[in-house]
């Protein structure tokens, strides 16, 4: 079953992706909340909820999904954490061995940005990266979970491009400030329950084009740290709760390990493709400066 979060005036609301169509949920299912994170956090069968609303949807409660504008899949996650290094050759092109423990680091909302939404590429900077991801969005909290239960918590997947602007990541040890630029963390278009994929989301082609030429293409077998064990490493330290993302880190093929390197631009197109999973696509534009206030 596929999900989607999208904008109706200034709120973003849940609803449920059947063929070409969408329907919010909340109308049809009053008991589910409106908002994707209250409604991982309701402890509602989303599921069951989603084939009554499709059971019972009339051609008015449709709308075409080329006539909706899409919010983040989960649009305000309680949090977000992401994983450096976690494919082996991309470890071994930014010239690295293989992490003894995980490189987390989180993402803030105002980071986030919808499939069809203008990533920003900002006025203090040109170095502005690529990294197609998968997306873990958990679907139930818990803390000290065990590898063998660890994929109970996921709710489903989404593509992710963890877009990296390179020189303030590399100012300091913690890459926090060159992950956490407004407009850079690419999330969607949908949210697929964990289900429809394989455990673990393992044996997926996942891959990301700029201006349609291929840039990173590997697949999620290769992660060194899979979803189960991510979870479990994180549920050591942090309560993780319904809602939450983990990104699950970037193959080989990144734009500044590139010869010379390859640094996204205003008009350039970035495409992240995950097989089962779906399609992200968002251009790229310059930061515009604000005029000051008189």
Not at 142 to 147: A, E, F, S, V, W
Not at 208 to 226: C, E, K, P, Y
């Amino acid at each position: 079953m596929k999900f989607v979060s999208y904008r109706s005036g200034t709120e973003a609301r849940l609803a449920i992706l059947d063929g070409d169509s969408v329907i919010d949920l909340n109308r049809l299912v009053p008991e589910v909340p409106s908002d994707a994170r209250k409604a991982l956090q309701s402890g509602i069968d989303l599921r069951a909820a989603a084939r009554r609303a499709i059971e019972v949807a009339s051609a008015a409660d449709r709308q075409p999904l080329a006539g909706i504008t899409l919010a983040p899949a989960v649009p305000e996650p309680g949090k977000t954490v992401c994983l450096g290094l976690n494919y082996y050759d991309h470890a071994a092109e930014s010239g690295r061995e293989k992490p003894v423990y995980p490189w987390f680091f989180l993402r803030s909302t105002t980071s986030l940005l919808a499939h069809g939404e203008a990533a920003e590429r900002p006025r203090v900077s040109e170095k502005l990266d690529y990294e197609a991801e998968l997306a873990v969005v958990i679907g139930k909290r818990g803390r000290h979970i065990t590898k063998e239960e660890a994929l109970d918590y996921v709710f489903g997947y989404a593509a992710f491009n963890d877009i990296s602007v390179r020189d303030y990541q590399k100012r300091t040890p913690q890459w926090t400030i060159g992950k956490n630029f407004d407009r850079t963390g690419a999330f969607g278009p949908v949210l697929v329950t964990a289900d429809e994929l394989p455990p673990g989301g393992a044996g997926l082609r996942i891959q990301s084009r700029l201006n349609g030429t291929v840039m990173q293409d590997a697949n999620t077998r290769d992660m060194i740290w899979d979803v189960a064990e991510t979870i479990a490493l994180l549920s050591e330290c942090v309560t993780l709760e319904a809602g939450d993302v983990i990104a699950m880190g970037t193959p080989a093929g990144v734009g500044q390990s590139r010869v010379p390197p390859v640094w996204m631009k205003d008009g350039d197109t970035i495409e992240v493709e995950i097989e089962g999973v779906g399609l992200l696509v968002n251009t790229i534009r310059d930061e515009v400066q604000e005029k000051a206030q008189s």
